[in-house]
């Protein structure tokens, strides 16, 4: 079965400091891995997934596959970047996509 | 508004109401959903619908009734709901692919008396 583990659920950290949200998944094929991101009053929106290798607002994140993790990762954390932070996971290869959330962290930037 | 859309926002109701939720999406998108989003508890799938036809019910009580109408809207019917349904109900959309990204709409709030 699939599952997603977020063991923090709150997290803070000093502006410009690094930040990391951990994310571990359990899939016994072969994963497609998202961070969604909810800012405060707006509504749950896509950051970045695996298949894209990509950096979006300073944030990457790397498929372990070894240690089925897919942490979320930025150098020097910024004030707009607080909210909440979920990380989800994919489980079908064709056709909709379910997926599947952690609990979410809440990521709180101190000025 | 462009994207998904969800009406209404707000929705209060008792054990015996019936009541319905409504969600629209003008992406072009093929697959819409709907999700539960309670306090203390991951964001739960609830219904896929992929074309129309619904391929995948999570185990949800009978007293939520989806329907889909078109690759464009999609409601979520309540009747004889339990308080602890009281919960933020999401929709999205995306298209067919596991890697496609889900568009969410702003969620009704539903609390029932």
């Known amino acids: 079965a699939q599952r997603v583990t977020q063991p923090e659920k709150l997290l803070s950290v000093f502006k410009g400091a690094p930040v990391e949200l951990k994310c571990n998944y359990s899939y016994s094929g072969s994963p497609e891995l998202f961070w969604y991101v909810q800012y405060s009053r707006q509504r749950l929106q896509l950051l970045l997934r695996h298949i894209s290798r990509e950096s979006i607002k300073g944030f990457t994140a790397d498929l372990n596959k070894g240690e089925t993790s897919f942490h979320l990762k930025k150098p020097f954390a910024q004030e707009e970047d607080s909210a909440m932070y979920y990380c989800a996971l994919s489980g079908r290869p064709t056709g909709a996509n379910n997926l599947f959330f952690g609990t979410g962290t809440r990521l709180t930037v101190i000025p | 508004e462009t994207g998904v859309t969800q009406t209404p926002r707000h929705l209060v109701m008792g054990m015996t109401n019936k009541k319905s939720l409504k969600c629209e999406q003008h992406?072009?998108?093929?697959?819409m959903y709907w999700y539960k989003q309670s306090a203390k508890k991951p964001l739960e799938l609830m219904f896929v619908y992929n074309f129309k036809e619904q391929t995948e019910n999570n185990s949800v009580p009978s007293r939520f009734s989806p329907e889909c109408p078109n690759s464009s809207h999609l409601f979520l019917h309540l009747h004889t709901l339990q308080p602890e349904d009281s919960a933020l109900y999401l929709c999205?959309?995306?298209?067919?692919?596991?890697?496609?990204?889900?568009?969410f709409g702003p969620g009704t709030r539903l609390t029932v008396l």
């Open positions: 999205a959309s995306s298209g067919l692919a596991a890697t496609d990204t889900q568009y």
């Open positions: 992406l072009g998108h093929n697959a």
